[in-house]
Antibody
Framework: EVQLVESGGGLVQPGGSLRLSCAASGFTFSSYAMSWVRQAPGKGLEWVSA????????YYADSVKGRFTISRDNSKNTLYLQLNTLRAEDTAVYYC??????????????WGQGTLVTVSS | SYELTQPPSVSVSPGQTARITCSGD??????AYWYQQKSGQAPVLVIYEDNKRPSGIPERFSGSSSGTMATLTISGAQVEDEADYYC?????????????FGGGTKLTVL
């Protein structure tokens, strides 16, 4: 059974930093791309970032490019998202998602339960 | 940037057919995917590659796509199908690859 468990969320001041983690189990972690998707309170879903199975290729939404960094440790079956220079508009539940690739590109077949990041002074 | 447009809400009675649409200029060339999100829960994939159903998803969920519009159909909607539904797709243009969700549709079954 695929399990994804996020952690690391919390309250942080504007301009601050946070590192999110996602512990994966139930599948061969290194064989799959992984993504982060966020959801602001009461709003819709927004794709944030993705990383290839080996970790050598990364992608970012324009809204976070240059501020967020995605990475993975395949020896620990763990995905990370480093959030820097945080803004109020980054306040959201952050989900990690197991990611598949088809002819259209990436899509997400399993999601974790999410971790809440609140950016406020 | 690329946008997918969904109606904000759809309402049906139990046992009726619910149809949720998603429009996007790149849909003739790209697959549509559909996610169900119940209140307080993580999204669940219910349709992938326009019309394929993951294992464990009830047969009453189906998908189709024609031209610039994709449609999620729930045949014989049940009370437990009440949720927010999001379409997702991708597009490629001169500025790169875009991975986009629609704004979401709240399905009410009562």
């Amino acid at each position: 059974e695929v399990q994804l468990v996020e952690s690391g969320g919390g309250l942080v001041q504007p301009g601050g930093s946070l590192r999110l983690s996602c512990a994966a189990s139930g599948f061969t972690f290194s064989s799959y791309a992984m993504s982060w998707v966020r959801q602001a309170p009461g709003k819709g879903l927004e794709w944030v970032s993705a990383i290839s199975g080996g970790g050598g290729t990364t992608y970012y939404a324009d809204s976070v490019k240059g501020r967020f960094t995605i990475s993975r440790d395949n020896s620990k079956n763990t995905l990370y998202l480093q959030l820097n220079t945080l803004r109020a508009e980054d306040t959201a539940v952050y989900y990690c998602a197991k990611t598949l690739l088809d002819n259209s590109g990436y899509y997400f077949d399993y999601w974790g339960q999410g971790t809440l990041v609140t950016v406020s002074s | 940037s690329y946008e997918l447009t969904q109606p904000p809400s759809v309402s049906v009675s139990p046992g009726q057919t619910a149809r949720i649409t998603c429009s996007g200029d790149a849909l003739p060339k790209k697959y549509a995917y559909w996610y169900q999100q119940k209140s307080g829960q993580a999204p669940v994939l219910v349709i992938y590659e326009d019309n394929k159903r993951p294992s464990g998803i009830p047969e009453r969920f189906s998908g189709s796509s024609s031209g610039t519009m994709a449609t999620l159909t729930i045949s014989g909607a049940q009370v437990e199908d009440e949720a927010d539904y999001y379409c997702y797709s991708t597009s490629t243009d001169s500025s790169g690859n875009h991975r986009v969700f629609g704004g979401g549709t709240k399905l009410t079954v009562l």
